[in-house]
């Protein structure tokens, strides 16, 4: 069956086919695994601004506008941002983002000396505090 074929199907008979892979990962967990792992390889090859490098691109951007319209000094670059990337500086998970420690709204500057890695809950946390305010020390302090 060509691929456009099994595309049809697909879209005509989705309880069918939903359906037959639950049973099929069912029946074989491990596969199921391996089939998660290659949807997100497929993912990140298929849709790249759900990758890492392209989410330094989108933050960089925001945060320049941000801080020319709250006149904070600095302009920083998505290359300098993928620098940044590691551990989230106050709790050390998995980092999804990025903070500016001191933030753009209470002075800070938009450079990578102001700038940690850090995980979402931990940014939403802080929020627009700083440091001393939020009683979020981050564990790796920006260079």
Known sequence: M???AQRRYR???????????????????EIGMKRSAKRRETRAQTQPWHSRP??????AFDANRR????????ILTATAVRELDGPCAYCGALAMGWDHVIPLCRGGANTVTNL???????NERKWRRLPDEAGMWPVRWPR
Not at 13 to 23: F, G, I, N, Q, Y
Not at 67 to 74: E, P
Not at 116 to 122: A, D, I, Q, Y
């Open 54 to 59: 392209h989410k330094a691109a989108i933050f």
């Open 67 to 74: 801080a020319k319209r709250q006149g904070a000094t600095g």
């Open 11 to 29: 879209e005509r008979h989705p309880d069918r086919v939903k359906a037959t892979l639950k049973a099929y990962c069912l029946a074989h967990p």
């Open 116 to 122: 940690v890695s850090c995980c979402w809950p931990c």
């Open 2 to 4: 060509s691929a456009e």
